[in-house]
């Protein structure tokens, strides 16, 4: 397709639960970001990816939150040992980031996937 | 520490109203980015524009417009004649000076509702 793909679009799981979240940028988006978006609130920043590594990871709450993006391109959110406090919509999001290019600043982001922990 | 307040949580319109959303912004870098998107049910943001912190010139795209001042840290944004496809949730966000690509420090979101 031609936006960020995002699966599961649901997720229900038990508490205590390993779950994997799974993004697919728009294709040549060498950028990729994870945000969390609990109800009623803005969305929050987790990680960034440029290309395959982490450029940036300060936004993960713990050590249980994990994201990989081996090959430069789909991205897998991994939570560990799941809390019902980690219930929220993760968000992920591409850019086209090209250093000697034009930059317009512009996210676009995927429906989410929205995660439930009972 | 960068903070984006958006003090209005709701507002209702009557169709063909105008409305103004209002963000004011905290942050200690010289060079920022402010944003704003739209969130409608679907529950994708949709980007609608950037701003850089050097760049107080106010901005009309049809129906929208947004005015950027520096010296009240405010970046409102309006919207004219509202349509009910107009309704949404509307996010006003802050990226500091690593870049327009770094982190985005969002507001809490503003919910409009355009009645027809």
């Known amino acids: 397709g031609a936006g960020v793909s995002q699966t599961p679009s649901n997720k229900v799981t038990e508490k205590g639960k390993y779950v994997e979240l799974r993004c697919d940028p728009i294709?040549?988006?060498?950028?990729l970001y994870w945000y969390r978006q609990s109800l009623g609130q803005g969305p929050e920043f987790l990680i960034y990816?440029?290309?395959?590594?982490?450029?940036?990871d300060s936004g993960l709450p713990n050590d249980r939150f994990f994201a990989v993006r081996p090959e430069g391109s789909v991205s897998t959110l991994k939570i560990q040992r799941t809390e019902r406090g980690d219930s929220a919509v993760y968000l992920c999001?591409?850019?086209?980031?090209?250093?000697?290019?034009?930059?317009?600043?512009?996210?676009?982001f995927g429906e989410g996937s929205r995660l439930t922990v009972l | 520490a960068q903070k984006v307040t958006q003090a209005q949580t709701e507002i209702s319109v009557v169709e063909k109203e105008d409305v103004t959303l209002d963000c004011v912004y905290e942050?200690?870098?010289?060079?920022?980015?402010l944003f704003w998107y739209k969130q409608p049910p679907s529950g994708e943001l949709v980007f609608l524009i950037r701003?850089?912190?050097?760049?107080?010139q106010n901005e009309i795209s049809g129906r929208y417009s947004w005015n950027f001042q520096k010296s009240t840290s405010s970046f409102n944004f309006t919207i004219t004649a509202s349509q009910v496809v107009d309704s949404a949730v509307y996010f006003c966000a802050l990226s500091g000076d690593t870049g327009a690509n770094s982190k985005l420090t969002f507001g809490k979101g503003i919910t409009l509702s355009v009645r027809p």
């Open positions: 990816f440029q290309g395959t590594g982490a450029a940036d």
């Open positions: 701003r850089n912190s050097f760049d107080e």
């Open positions: 294709s040549g988006h060498t950028a």
């Open positions: 999001a591409s850019s086209l980031w090209d250093a000697g290019g034009p930059d317009t600043g512009e996210l676009f």
């Open positions: 942050t200690r870098d010289t060079t920022y980015y």
